[in-house]
Each structure stands twice: as C-alpha cells, then as structure tokens.
C-alpha cells in the first residue's frame, strides 16, 4: 500500500498554461502536483530547496521543477498568498 503525502501548504486554484497543457500528460501533470504539495521540489538545486523551505515559513512564492515521462522539464509556481498554483514550461516564464 503507497502513503499518500501529506499536504504542506495550500495550493489555491491549479491552472496550466496552454503551451504545459499541449507538452504534458494529464499524469505528469497530477504527479507533480501531488510533489510539489507534499514539499518533494523535485530537480532543483540546494540552494533553491532551501528557500522552499525558508518560503513555507514566511509566506513566499514556491518553485518545483520536474521532468514529464517524455523528458519535457515543467515547473510548478504557488504563489505568495496561495491563491494560485501555476504549471508551466521554463520557456514561458
């Protein structure tokens, strides 16, 4: 039986931009989500695991960034006040 990981913060309203939505699968989508919720930031360096960190304390913005099956990198964004969380490519930022 797979734990299911307990929520870390509030995600708001989920939304992906167009460009995620033709590049990712509706799974890798659902699975970084579920990452990014429960505080695994996926591939991103020490430094920035770190500010999630110090972020989940303070109330700023958090950054995750994983890679889909097809090798496609995405990120996921919450913002400050947890109103939202946005999936989208690097490239759009």
């Known amino acids: 039986m ?4 307990t ?9 992906a931009t167009t460009f995620a939505r ?3 699968t ?4 659902l699975s970084g ?4 919720h429960s505080g695994d930031w996926g591939d991103v360096n020490e430094n920035d695991r770190n500010e999630n960190e110090r972020s989940l304390i303070e109330g700023r913005r958090l950054l995750s960034a994983y890679h889909a099956s097809s090798g496609v ?4 964004i919450t913002e400050t ?5 946005t999936v ?3 490239e759009e930022y």
């Open 73 to 76: 990198k995405f990120w996921i």
């Open 7 to 15: 929520a870390r913060f509030r995600l708001g309203r989920i939304v």
């Open 88 to 90: 989208l490519l690097p």
């Open 22 to 24: 033709e590049r990712l």
């Open 33 to 36: 989500i579920q990452r990014h």
């Open 81 to 85: 006040d947890r109103s939202f969380s």
């Open 2 to 5: 797979n734990a299911v990981p």
């Open 26 to 29: 509706d799974a890798d989508i």
